[in-house]
């Protein structure tokens, strides 16, 4: 019997260094690491000890005989991996341990944001006894996307912040959270108090579609959408018309699936998980029976990874509609699947397309259609959305060997009261750090900061999407954390980091004095104990508090909030 990675899977690879056989792939000394949509485990290799169950953050992994139905799928996605990537013959070293710490004082380093990206690199610095680490987040609360971003009925997923909250209970690290670096501190103060800053700030802006009728009452952001209905306190005001019975989502990538899930299940079923009440209640009264998905290339190429496809195939009264002819494939995917040189995750993703086309749908539910080939020209509509049009692509090998989407002459209308934008994301810039616009990143070298020819930015470093741009799930992060840390400690070893002027205890004051509404991670129990304790009285993990005031309110009744953690 052999164990099997599912769904949860955050790529933290946690379980690769717990398996004493080596059969969890690709390892992050592999190539195929950076653009794994998950790990797998060699079903041969596997000698069914368990350590991986142990180590996996999330609960992803499971005895191939005790899958549940709707994971069954995971025992030939696991075994898939291995016939295009055979095992290893030789064992493949992991990342060597640090080399002993030589006594050079306290290391202090600055964490802006309090994310995945943010934690793990508090959490690859803490493996030292010399370090001191301040955490500066803007919002009352911790954790980034993981609160404010994974969808509310993928519990499994935030499973990982309890691994946070234990690596990061030491009395070496400090969260200054309600605190937003460039207003309450700037980047020069941090300089001051610290021999490092790590910028974790993700990527929060989304990109624009470009086309005219974009800015209609209407027509939004996923990421607005996301954020409202994760409790987002910044978003916890806004409003989206769910009275016309269509959706459109341009983009067909995991935050799109997750929106048209959202708009489509029961709310009975959301109910209990830790949905915002106010979404919660608009969505009782949506009127929205079909989400439309709109993918410029084809199913081949679509962003979505398998896990989160498949999964939408066991969704309860929800029908997943795709027309036979678009799961078509170019002539050039096709040749390749045909000679089985496509990636297995990609294969997958082709094959589990071409299910749901042959799937008949069930009067009277609710559906999520794919359309692929299809890209919007314009959103129209006199006050507000009433539809968009969009023109059909064709695939067409470019001069690098891609396939690029190339528009037809077949244009049409599709009828809609709400179009969301979910094409990708990009940095702000943030003052005192150089930006590069084009990317939509803070320019780095293996996560130093860099100015002009690529010369270091003496210590200010970068981790996660700022670093990397919006590619990856949680665990990526991991990895990218350990790059940008091992490039500060090398800097500190080596003395080219000057070192601060303050100290905590400097440091403490300063923060009182310029933002008194700080809280501290006593502050921040006392806020997760109220919303578990509200979640408790209604059978749901937590209900959030959306506004700032009370958060504020709530995390400063703890007394000693500078006194320490």
């Known amino acids: 019997m052999a164990y099997v990675i599912t769904q949860a899977c955050c790529n933290d690879a946690s379980c690769v260094s717990a398996c004493p056989v080596n059969c969890i792939h690709p390892t992050p000394e592999e190539a195929q690491f950076a653009t794994t949509e998950m790990l797998y485990i060699e079903p041969q290799a596997c000698i069914d000890c368990g350590a991986c ?41 992991l990342t060597p341990t640090a080399a002993p710490v030589r006594d050079l004082g306290t290391l202090r380093v600055a964490i802006v944001g309090a994310g995945p990206a943010a934690c793990y690199a ?118 989206f018309d769910l009275s016309g019975e269509r959706a ?29 009440d106010h979404a919660l209640k608009v969505l ?60 297995p995750a990609v294969a997958m993703k082709v094959r589990l397309a071409q299910e749901f086309s042959q799937r008949t749908p069930t009067a009277g539910r609710k559906r999520i259609v794919f359309r692929y080939l299809t890209s919007p020209t314009e959103i129209v509509g006199t006050d507000r959305v009433e539809g968009l049009t969009v023109v059909t692509n064709e695939l067409v090998e470019d001069a690098s060997g891609g396939l690029a989407a190339h528009p037809t002459s077949h244009v049409e209308r599709i009828d809609a009261s709400l179009v969301l934008r979910s094409i990708g994301y990009r940095g702000r810039p943030l003052a005192g750090v150089p ?31 700022i670093k990397r741009g919006p590619s990856g799930v949680i665990g990526t992060n991991k990895t990218c954390a350990q790059e940008t840390v091992a490039r500060l400690v090398e800097d500190f070893e080596a003395g080219r980091l000057p070192s601060p002027t303050g100290g905590r205890k400097e440091l403490g004051k300063l923060l009182a004095r310029r933002r008194p509404e700080r809280i501290s991670r006593r502050g921040w129990e006392a806020i997760d104990q ?19 005031a009370e958060m504020v309110a709530v995390g400063r009744r703890r007394r000693g909030l500078f006194g320490g953690n």
């Open 248 to 276: 459109v989502i341009v983009g067909n990538g995991n935050v799109a699936l997750d929106v048209a899930r959202i708009l489509t299940l029961d709310p009975d079923e959301l109910a209990r998980t830790d949905i915002a």
């Open 53 to 93: 169950v142990d180590a996996c953050p999330v609960n992803a992994i499971f005895p191939e005989d005790q899958l549940t139905e709707s994971l069954q799928r995971y025992r030939e996605i696991n075994a898939d991996y291995y016939t295009r990537h055979p095992l290893p013959q030789d064992w493949i070293p």
């Open 435 to 465: 930006f590069d616009d084009r990317r939509g990143v803070i320019p780095n070298d293996r996560g130093r900061v860099v100015v002009g020819a690529g010369e270091p930015l003496e210590g200010v470093y970068v981790t996660g999407w």
């Open 122 to 239: 508090a959490e690859e610095l803490l493996k030292r006894s010399d370090v001191e680490v301040e955490m500066f987040e803007k919002l009352p609360t911790p954790w980034g996307l993981v609160r404010a971003g994974v969808a509310p009925d993928h519990p499994g997923t935030k499973v990982v912040t309890e691994m946070f909250e234990w690596s990061l209970g030491r009395d070496a690290f400090q969260f200054h959270l309600n605190v937003e670096v460039g207003n309450h501190v700037t980047h020069a103060d941090l300089l001051e108090h610290h021999h490092a800053v790590v910028y974790a700030v993700g990527a929060s802006s989304d990109r624009a579609l470009g086309v005219p009728g974009e800015e209609l009452p209407g027509s939004h952001a996923a990421t607005e959408f996301v954020a409202w209905y994760n409790g987002h306190p910044d978003y916890a005001d806004r409003t």
């Open 530 to 548: 109220a919303e578990r304790g509200r979640g408790l009285t209604e059978g749901r993990p937590r209900v959030k508090m959306t506004d700032t």
């Open 284 to 343: 009782r009264e949506s009127n929205i029976r079909e989400v439309v998905l709109l993918g410029r290339r084809g199913p081949a190429q679509a962003a979505y990874t398998t896990p989160e496809f498949l999964a939408l195939g066991d969704l309860r009264d929800v029908d997943v509609e795709i027309d036979p002819s678009e799961v078509e494939l170019d002539p050039l995917s096709q040749a390749a699947l045909d000679a089985g040189r496509l990636e």
